[in-house]
């Protein structure tokens, strides 16, 4: 099984500055690997697919990148709406496993 | 626009079956060529991947659950059904249903809470 390791645990921001999330996958998984934002009492919804793909709707401010081992999430210029907490997922092999999360919150 | 709405019991008794029932409106479930999944998420916890559908009931479903996990779909209902069995209370968790794209999970449901207890 393919352990995701997010970092840090929570990342304490204001509104207006950026944030930067990491997600380090146990083996290699490609691509293949998403972001998914879930606000309080809310379901998560995808944010990011293939590493650097948004999803319909998301806000271009969300951007992904990496590949192989290790990915980033940037958020730039965080609005009251994104302090949440972010999982990543893998989809290279099964099972499909998700990170542990890193929430943020506002400073 | 594709909505999924998880529905069950919201308690079972401990080595009972927990039974969830996803009801998907916006959009066909035998006329897609996405599989449909569950992952839940326990109290204050993290993302666990429960299992995925496709609309011709081919499956896969995480090794973690060894046997006690099954899912089936009724395309006719548009709808498509955990079961987990014997269950105990580290099965008390939030569970959605999610349309599975490519193996990306994209809408959830809104959840629905099952506790496990006597």
């Known amino acids: 099984e393919i352990v995701l390791t997010q970092s840090p645990a929570t990342l304490s921001l204001s509104p207006g500055e950026r944030a930067t999330l990491s997600c380090r996958a146990s083996q290699s998984v490609d691509s293949d690997l998403a972001w998914y934002q879930q606000r309080p009492g809310q379901a998560p919804r995808l944010l990011i697919y293939?590493?650097?793909n948004r999803a319909t709707g998301i806000p271009a401010r969300f951007s992904g990148r990496g590949s192989g081992t290790d990915f980033r999430l940037t958020i730039n210029t965080l609005e009251p709406e994104d302090f949440a907490v972010y999982y990543c997922q893998q989809r290279h092999s099964w099972p499909l496993t998700f990170g542990g999360g890193t929430k943020v919150e506002i400073k | 626009q594709l909505q999924l709405q998880e529905s069950g019991p919201g308690l079972v008794k401990p080595s009972e079956t927990l039974s969830l029932t996803c009801t998907v409106s916006?959009?066909?479930?035998?006329?897609?060529?996405?599989?449909w999944g569950w992952i839940r998420q326990p109290p204050g916890k993290g993302l666990e991947w429960i299992g995925n559908i496709y609309s011709d009931e081919r499956t896969f479903y995480n090794p973690s659950f060894k046997s006690r996990v099954s899912i089936s779909v009724d395309t006719a209902k548009n709808q498509f059904s955990l079961n987990l069995r014997s269950v105990t209370a580290a099965d008390t968790a939030l569970y959605y249903c999610?349309?599975?794209?490519?193996?990306?999970?994209?809408?959830w449901g809104q959840g629905t809470l099952v506790t496990v207890s006597s």
């Open positions: 293939g590493a650097s």
């Open positions: 916006g959009g066909s479930i035998s006329g897609s060529s996405f599989y």
């Open positions: 999610a349309r599975v794209p490519e193996n990306w999970f994209d809408p």
